[in-house]
C-alpha cells in the first residue's frame, strides 16, 4: 500500500507560479512510476506530467514548457514545479503512483488561478 499527500497549492495570480509536492511512504518509491494528473470541474481528470522509474519524462502538451516534473527517490518526493499558470490551468492536481496495473492516488490540492 502507497500513501500519498499532496502540498502547495493554492490561489496564484495569471502569470505566477506554484510548486507542487507529494510526500509517498509505505512502499519502496523508486519502484513506482509517478505522475501528476488535474480534474477542473466539469472535465474528466488528465495526465498532466509523468515520470517514470528511469526518470523518462512525459507532458501533456497544454503545459509543455511551463511545468517541470521532477523525483527524488532519497527523500520519497515528487515534485510539479509550475510556471506562467494560466486561469485554464485551475483544477484539483492528485498525485498518482503506479506500479504495473495498480495506481494509488493522493487527496488532490486545489489550484486556482485567478486575478
Known amino acids: 500500500q502507497v500513501q500519498l499527500v499532496e502540498s502547495g497549492g493554492g490561489l496564484v495570480q495569471p502569470g505566477g507560479s506554484l510548486r507542487l509536492s507529494c510526500a509517498a511512504s509505505g512502499t519502496i518509491f523508486r519502484n513506482y512510476a509517478m505522475g501528476w494528473y488535474r480534474q477542473a470541474p466539469g472535465k474528466q481528470r488528465e495526465l498532466v506530467a509523468g515520470i517514470t522509474t528511469g526518470s523518462n519524462i512525459y507532458y501533456a502538451d497544454s503545459v509543455k514548457g511551463r511545468f517541470t516534473i521532477s523525483r527524488d527517490n532519497a527523500k520519497n518526493m515528487v515534485y510539479l514545479q509550475m510556471n506562467s499558470l494560466k486561469p485554464e490551468d485551475t483544477a484539483v492536481y492528485y498525485c498518482?503512483?503506479?506500479?504495473?496495473?495498480?495506481?494509488?492516488w493522493g487527496q488532490g490540492t486545489q489550484v486556482t488561478v485567478s486575478s
Open positions: 498518482n503512483a503506479r506500479i504495473g496495473t495498480l495506481d494509488f
